[in-house]
């Protein structure tokens, strides 16, 4: 916790091998900087090695610029990739919605007040609806209407309104269109939608009307990176919601809402604050 | 909670109509019954109606034979099934098991200290590894080897062992062989497993193993009863468990051990309870 | 769930005394009322039984005024008080706050978008801070600034806002001035505060402060019932989170929101469709 | 997770100060041990830094005692104190019970499946209730009883018996007896005991009673280290469970007892993993 407090990140993944953890410890060392949180993994079945360390220099004259110089030389050897993230650095992002407002009310919240750092740059939405939402944040808002003819069109508009806004990250927070591969593919371990099910359970449209029928005890949700086989990016974040047989689906649809914003939340700041791997299929998530 | 306390439970479903639970109110008032507890639900989707009374009869010479002839007559009216149960009543039940040992331990410890009103009257194993677990608690242990030759005579065997044991119910803590379609008719509505998934994800073999490669964050079990579409019965309770990247498939066998035998012990009381009610491919729990 | 789905509840209490259910079912199948829900509760220590009833008309030209008559008569014999809510009532309720906005945001945005039936008909704050936000969702907001000396004089300002309000309950989302005794004991059971701790643990100021010093590994919030005894009233909902070490008394601070804001709405929900009755220091929640 | 697979476990604290991380991790690479899972924690009110390591050494002919004698120079620099644990390390315990059997009942299941690596020494009661259990398990049961004004004799042969035992941890696994001042010094970090509530609220007797009596939605359990101050050691896990009005003290006892045992095997486990540091009133737990 309390990643955020005055301290840099350095995350960073590399193949395993004897001394991932001292290349970064040594050097933190050696640059005066004191780690106040450290945690590192290594999978041994897939061969792979992940750190991520919270630290303070000690010294006056910090410089970003040639922290990462000197430890892109080390970092080499061992073929290790790294983020450094400063300690104001707050994540310019675009969220996606459609009219469904309860993540976009949520994580917008949680931006003015400084819950997530995140920087909103724009809120994007085939749909009108929620622009007076987005507008009382003093966020633009782009009306981006779809129909199937012109959804390459639309995705064209997304991407640039996207690319312009300058995001890192891109929040699908109930955005109720299918992206295109391709759209999915350009936005691979960029984007986190949120999935009202427990994948793989219930894929696709209308889960809750799904868990209704097979008179499931849980529901829940699931926030995940897009990558191109739809509904089954790596999983960052679930969580579960108690049911039982006196909730119809629009029931369990306006009770599944908390856990979407919970899941779906926990999930941005995770991503945030780098505390998140993509692994393959799986993600490693160094929640500390 | 609480049921067991002294009190007899009537429970009852019939088609949805008007009058349904005065009919049982107004019976129990005119038998001198005092009602502690009482929940009924109506599914109006469904078209069904499903009670539950917990009542003390306030006369001395309550007579059972005497409640179901009288009460009879006016179910009958109304097209109601019923099930009464005195506040003794420990139902019988038999336990099938392979070699894993955590459910079985689980109840029969709940089974030896009266947490669960169950009268175990024998256990059944394909193999001869928990026979000394059954003889500490004095219950019978069949030990009845499967091959795919001799599935159908074992089964016949199975059957036989429960008829003769007078079971009531049938609890499948973690028996790992595929019953076949007559047998899962003959016991439908009258035998639970546990399913080490949330399902409907992850049927069959080896969950944690597909859980593992989707990379979930959440791991479960089932308790449901069998029907004769395999893991697709009428889900009674599920339970769950956070799980992370450092969980590999054999930290999530050992890991689910737990939630499996609360949610297996949580299905048995409410089953025993009468709180299940079956309802198509669902089930209502008057939970209470 | 689904309480407020067209139907009416009718919610009453009295002494324990055979028949106590009946009295009440028998009159809505007189009045061909057909029940969706049904819960009662009785407490053999206390003697006291509780019910609950959803229910739908089936006959056009239901008059509530004819029903409550009717019902009163019946109820009188037998004690009993109760409550009478349409399927269309919204709870007139006043909602007072500080600087923190979590709990404001989150209720308004359940009364906005309809997933709390409740009618906001102001927001009261001791500081100014949060007009903006109560003005957003078109509601007068009353700032009421108080100190030591003017206490009295404030707090008179804060009946006469409530009462010409026309609100039936009051909210306190984190209202952080300690009520006197006379206005706790004028609210008695019309207001429900929200406490951020597990209660009886940490009554008081700065509880989240009180944790870390103890060093807890659970935090949570509990909604109860303003009584005259500060932080003992009864208790409606509790909600919990998992800490660890790594929280620093901010970080329990930022943790705690999101519980006290769920664990708040739950219980204003509870209350809303009426299914919280008093029961001494305790209370009984039918919660269906 | 899976901290006993195979790898050993170097566990250390000591005063914050520049390279505390580093002299551990430089050690570890300079001796050929691969570090699977790492995670650091340094309190920066208290001052304090905390590591633990999980590792495999990669030479043949890896020896404890050097390693022992080589890492103790370079601790002794930082004024670090650590603890290093081989791969098949069963922690020895005794366990003290009275009349309730569940804790003992599931530790003595994990202990012989080996769930929990720990080598159960022996069990002291103060009853001889429940020594077929123990006996069952092939373990020695000592019962030595206790009045008031045999106290120190008993306190004192068990002492006695835990001293012979070589056991390094005792688990109060529901001995309901006080311990005297000077046997909870004694114990002082070397004991667990279970609380049957969420401390600090409801300490001493019948916690459960003093929880019905408030009206509580949730009850719970901890596992804290003994100290000199009854019911206000070390917290080292805390598990809790709903509950409502229908739940008599009575109930609550029977709820409590599967919260009871969960939680205190996790701590024992947190224990044997060497993740556990006593720090102050409070203790770091590096769960991993």
Redesign the interface.
């Given at each position: 916790?309390?990643g955020a407090r005055d301290v840099w990140v350095l995350a960073a993944q590399c193949p395993?091998r004897?001394?991932?953890?001292?290349v970064v410890?040594?050097f933190?060392?050696e640059q005066?900087c004191?780690?106040?949180?450290?945690?590192?993994?290594?999978?041994?079945?897939g061969g792979q090695f992940f750190?991520r360390a919270a630290f303070r220099p000690?010294l006056a004259g910090f410089s970003e610029a040639s922290f990462r110089d000197r430890f892109e030389t080390r970092a080499t050897e061992f073929g290790m990739s790294f983020e450094l993230m400063a300690p104001d650095y707050r994540l310019p992002v675009v969220i996606m919605v459609s009219k469904a407002?309860?993540c976009l009310?949520d994580l917008l919240?949680r931006y003015r007040?400084g819950?997530l750092s995140i920087d909103v740059r724009a809120v994007v939405s085939n749909h009108p609806d929620l622009e007076p939402l987005a507008r009382?944040h003093d966020l633009p808002y782009h009306h981006l209407p779809i129909t199937a003819e012109t959804k390459p069109q639309q995705e064209a508009q997304v991407r640039q309104v996207i690319e312009e806004s300058g995001a890192e990250l891109v929040i699908l927070a109930r955005y109720m269109q299918v992206l295109s591969p391709e759209l999915c593919r350009h936005f691979a371990g960029r984007a986190i939608n949120i999935h009202h099910s427990?994948?793989?359970?219930?894929k696709g449209a209308k889960p809750y009307h799904q868990a209704y029928?097979?008179?499931?005890?849980?529901v829940?949700a699931t926030a995940h990176y897009i990558n191109d086989d739809l509904d089954e990016g790596?999983?960052?974040?679930?969580g579960?919601e108690s049911v039982?047989?006196?909730?119809?689906p629009?029931?369990l649809v306006?009770?599944g809402?908390?856990i979407e914003c919970?899941t779906l939340s926990r999930a941005v700041r995770f991503h945030q604050e780098k505390r998140v791997f993509l692994?393959g299929?799986?993600?490693?998530?160094l929640?500390?």
């Open positions: 916790m309390s395993s004897l001394g991932t953890v001292d410890t040594r933190l060392k005066s004191y780690i106040t949180e450290l945690h590192s993994f290594d999978d041994y079945q750190i000690e407002d309860h009310n919240y007040t819950q009382w427990l994948l793989p359970g219930f029928d097979k008179g499931v005890k849980l829940g790596p999983i960052i974040a679930q579960v039982d047989h006196s909730h119809y629009e029931d306006a009770r809402r908390d919970l692994h299929r799986r993600t490693v998530v929640a500390g």
